[in-house]
């Protein structure tokens, strides 16, 4: 994939913009992952009171969403750049190399711990014990961390669209499976309840969920940090603008709101459901949860088909988050190229993933990786939409010939030092940082680009902006082109086989579900082990077949589209 194709250095072409499907498939697939598991099961050894639970997800998801719909999506549809680009736009290219090597470093440990993940799962298959300290205890899970690895790596690779597939075809089942299995084990916990015989209501369910699940243990932490804590785990990607690499392939800013599938299925739903199944399997096991790998907790669940939904969970994150890694470090030197650089990024991350710390320790990683990125974010936003307001110049340090905005670099490393501060000291809990931080950051940098010249104006600043306009001016028309051409263009029917295959997917998605339901009325687990592997390869195969038949049709209307049109141009 060249890097023309994937515009890592100029803003996506108005023909390469992706459909609301390509994000709902993708924001679902990437947060309906693996560490789902691992945040699920560590919720439940917290001593985080159920109502807390069930309440503090629902704000901070809420705020995730918010800030990734009316922040990171508006940018990256505005300018069209990967986070990189555009960072090196505002603050040069000395900065960015700062940046993006810290960046590719911390995307490398994250995905590291999605493939470990996954290695889990697999571990199952050749008896292999759980890996559960800092270290791999056992050199087989080496060599299948190592297996693992490569096929993520070989996916990242790809590119963009074909990881927004991927995650397209993978979501449906996997929001299924975190379902059926809190469905399977709910009756393990039930019986293991004093007090409660069975789940008629909903108060039911929460007497059981407060005695079994998320016991209260007066630990300190309550509902705001779980709150904080749903609102900052993916800070780097909507606060920190990580995600304006996957964005900026949007048609409509709007498309950022499709984050809530991530949030209120992956990270509300899945974690609440991994809770349940976290509990339940340690009630089989007879042990405890922190005891526990992911591959441990879904194949207690789910048998043959937990490992392989672990499997698929820990790729559909890992796959997006090495392909934001080799970004990061190919805008070091672009002359690299983002192919070799995914390929070598790939390698360190899976070497990394040999090490099991790297999920053990996911809770506290992801909120410090957060708060990393997110001085970086308020220079974005404030350079985006607050210069322009207060009569700052965008761009001013380009303008001055700078190849450093050190009003950039002194404003992200003051914010880190104050954050540490903050929470060394003990004054605030590192999920509270956050907003104090990132207005810090915001009055910081606004002061000293000030007195650096953001205040001046530059003659190439409306030559640059007139060609800006003229850019956004192509872009407005071909999408209203495609947006009337879409309501009036006649589409052809689906030929019977690909309709047939469609069915067919929904169908086993539909009795999954059921065997599911059946067996948590029945209390057989053995009935979810021994017959769901069946309607699942069915709707791997099925949905596959359907997806890229339709694919091929959409790819030959469109060539015949641009046909039509260049003939119409001719004349």
Known sequence: MST????????????????????????????????EFVIGALFVSWGVGASDILLGLLLGNLLAVLT??????????????????????????GTIKLYSVINGILFCVLAGAMITVSASAVRVLFDIPPQVDWYPTD?????????????????????????????????????????????????????????????????????????SIWVDTDSGIGFWHVAAFAWVANLAMHGGMGDMTLLRFARYS???????????????????????????????????????????????????????????????????????????????????????????????????????FVFSQL??????????????????????????????????????????????????????????????????????????????????YCGLAYAMGAKKIYPEQQVAEKAEAQRKAIEFAYLQDFESNKGTQQKESLPAMIRTASIVSYLSLILCAILGVVSYLTEDIELVRSWLLLPTLIYFVTATYAYLQKVKIGEALQSSDEIDKELAVSK
Request: charged share 10%; with cysteine.
């Open 254 to 356: 709007r498309y950022g709101y499709f984050s809530a599938l991530g949030m209120f299925i992956g990270h509300y739903l899945a974690w609440v459901c991994a809770g349940i199944m976290g509990a339940g399997a340690a009630i089989l096991l007879n042990t405890t949860i922190v005891a526990l790998d992911p591959g441990s907790v879904a194949f207690q669940a789910l048998g043959t088909c937990g490992i392989i939904a672990v499997i698929i969970a820990g790729w559909t994150t890992s796959n997006p988050t090495i392909y934001r890694a080799g970004l990061a470090f190919s805008s070091v030197n672009h002359k690299w190229g983002r192919t070799k650089v995914t390929v070598v990024v790939g390698i360190v991350t899976t070497i990394i993933a040999c090490f099991p």
């Open 363 to 444: 809770l506290g990683f992801v909120g410090i990786m957060g708060l990393m990125m997110a001085p970086v974010g308020a220079v974005i936003v404030a350079e985006h939409w607050l210069f322009p307001r207060i009569g700052f110049t965008r761009y001013w340090s380009k303008y001055k010939g700078n190849t450093t905005n050190y009003a950039a670099i002194i404003t992200w490393l003051s914010s880190l030092a104050v954050s540490y501060i903050l929470e060394t000291s003990g004054t605030l809990h590192l999920f509270f940082i956050l907003i104090p931080i990132w207005i810090f950051a915001t009055l910081l």
């Open 68 to 93: 990734w719909g009316l922040i990171t999506a508006p940018i990256a549809t505005d300018t069209r750049l990967t986070l990189y680009a555009y960072l090196e736009k505002i603050a040069g290219p």
């Open 139 to 211: 050199f087989r899970f080496v060599l299948v961390a190592l297996g693992v690895g490569a096929v993520v790596v070989f996916m990242a690779v790809k590119g963009f669209k074909k990881l927004a597939a991927f995650a397209e075809i993978c979501a449906p089942w996997m929001i299924l499976m975190f379902v059926v299995g809190a469905f399977v084990l709910l009756p393990t916990i039930v019986t293991a309840t004093q007090g409660v015989n069975s789940i008629s209501s909903f108060g039911d369910f929460l007497y059981i969920a407060s005695e």
């Open 4 to 35: 023309a194709e994937e515009f890592e250095t100029q803003p996506v072409s108005p023909n390469k913009l992706q459909s609301a499907n390509t994000f709902a498939g993708s924001y679902a697939g990437e947060h309906v992952a693996g560490t």
